[in-house]
């Protein structure tokens, strides 16, 4: 086989591969689409994330027992340091 055949040959097959890959491309773009339209129908915007629900809200007692949590070990710390 001749060089120009060999190329003739590789064109060919590049292009079949083009060709499969713009189609596997147009899936994708596809794909996007209907994720896009979901989320809208969803009320998010494009490129954010979905809200929280408020489940994991922390409650005022539970915030007080922290800030106690935390202000007992600060005063270990301090006592420890000698100020």
Same mark, same amino acid.
């Given at each position: 086989?001749?060089?120009q055949r060999w190329i003739q040959g590789a064109v060919r097959a590049l292009k079949r591969e083009e060709a499969s890959l713009e189609k596997e491309l147009g899936k994708v773009r596809e794909r996007i689409v209907?994720?896009?339209t979901l989320a809208k129908k969803n009320g998010?915007?494009?490129g954010s @994330? =979905?809200?929280k629900?408020?489940?994991r809200r922390? @409650? =005022?007692q539970g915030r007080a027992a922290i800030s106690r949590a935390a202000k007992k070990?600060?005063?270990e710390?301090?006592?420890k340091k000698g100020n």
């Open positions: 086989m001749s060089w209907d994720l896009e998010l915007a494009a @994330s =979905p809200r629900s408020g489940s922390l @409650s =005022p070990r600060w005063a710390y301090r006592k």
